[in-house]
C-alpha cells in the first residue's frame, strides 16, 4: 500500500519560503511520476507543480510558475517542493501524490496522505 508523508509546512511571512518534503513508500518509487497538490479552504484541490518519473521533465501551474520548483531523489523515495516569493493566496494544505505512469501525462493515483499546512501571512 502507498503512503505519503508530506512535512516542512508552517506560517511564513509574504516574500518568504518554505520547503516542503514528501516521503513516499509502498511502491517502486523511481518508476512513477509524482505531484504536489493544494487545497485552500472552500477551494477545490488543484495542481501545483509534477515531476516525471526520472526528474528531467516538470510541469507547474501558472500561478507559481517561477516561484516553485519541484525536484525528487529516488534514491531516497522523496519528493520536494521549494517555494520562494511566497504569497497569500498560496495558503493551503499541500499533498503530494503519485501518478499511475512515468509521465505526469498520467493520471495521478486517487490516494492522499494528511498533507501541510502552508500558511502566508503578516
Known amino acids: 500500500q502507498v503512503q505519503f508523508v508530506e512535512s516542512g509546512g508552517g506560517l511564513v511571512q509574504p516574500g518568504g519560503s518554505l520547503r516542503l518534503s514528501c516521503a513516499a513508500s509502498?511502491?517502486?518509487?523511481?518508476?512513477?511520476?509524482m505531484g504536489w497538490y493544494r487545497q485552500a479552504p472552500g477551494k477545490v484541490r488543484e495542481l501545483v507543480a509534477s515531476?516525471?518519473?526520472?526528474?528531467?521533465?516538470?510541469n507547474y501551474a501558472g500561478s507559481v510558475k517561477g516561484r516553485f520548483t519541484i525536484s525528487r531523489e529516488n534514491a531516497k523515495n522523496m519528493v520536494y517542493l521549494q517555494m520562494n516569493s511566497l504569497k497569500p493566496e498560496d495558503t493551503a494544505v499541500y499533498y503530494c501524490?503519485?501518478?499511475?505512469?512515468?509521465?505526469?501525462?498520467?493520471?495521478?493515483?486517487?490516494?492522499w496522505g494528511k498533507g501541510t499546512l502552508v500558511t502566508v501571512s503578516s
Open positions: 501524490t503519485q501518478y499511475s505512469g512515468s509521465s505526469y501525462y498520467s493520471s495521478p493515483i486517487d490516494y
Open positions: 509502498g511502491s517502486i518509487f523511481s518508476r512513477y511520476a
Open positions: 515531476i516525471s518519473s526520472g526528474g528531467a521533465m516538470t
